[in-house]
């Protein structure tokens, strides 16, 4: 089991910048990936960013060159830093984990393991 405790978000105006942090514990080793997924009122969720243990990274189309994601193994804390934000980053946002490994950011929603969600409120 991996347990996933989010901290971080809120609210900030467009153009303006917040950061996300995730800790994990329990067990992940070996092979895995960890990020972070969205979903806003009336929308499907969706991948934003993802990070693997081979430290490869993808990104939803609409946020590449704003958010970045990281992860310091030595505290297990996953991050997003989320710059130049837009109105419609607007959503929960939610850190997932799986041991299945790869850098895909499409399925990260489908991720087993995902902490308890934090909203992002961008305003124009």
């Known amino acids: 089991q991996v347990q996933l405790v989010q901290s971080g978000g809120g609210s900030a105006q467009a153009g303006g910048s917040l950061r996300l942090s995730c800790v994990a514990s329990?067990?992940?080793?070996?092979?895995?990936?960890m990020g972070w997924f969205r979903q806003a009122p009336g929308k499907r969720r969706e991948g934003v960013a993802v990070i693997d243990s081979d430290g490869s990274t993808d990104y939803i189309d609409s946020v590449k060159g704003r958010f970045t994601i990281s992860l310091n193994t030595a505290n297990n804390t996953l991050y997003l830093q989320m710059d130049s934000l837009k109105p419609e980053d607007t959503g929960m946002y939610y850190c997932?984990?799986?041991?299945?490994?790869?850098?895909?950011?499409?399925?990260?929603?489908?991720?087993?393991?995902r902490g308890q969600g934090t909203q992002v409120t961008v305003s124009s």
């Open positions: 997932a984990a799986d041991v299945r490994g790869g850098s895909v950011v499409s399925w990260v929603p489908d991720y087993n393991f």
């Open positions: 329990g067990h992940l080793y070996g092979s895995y990936s």
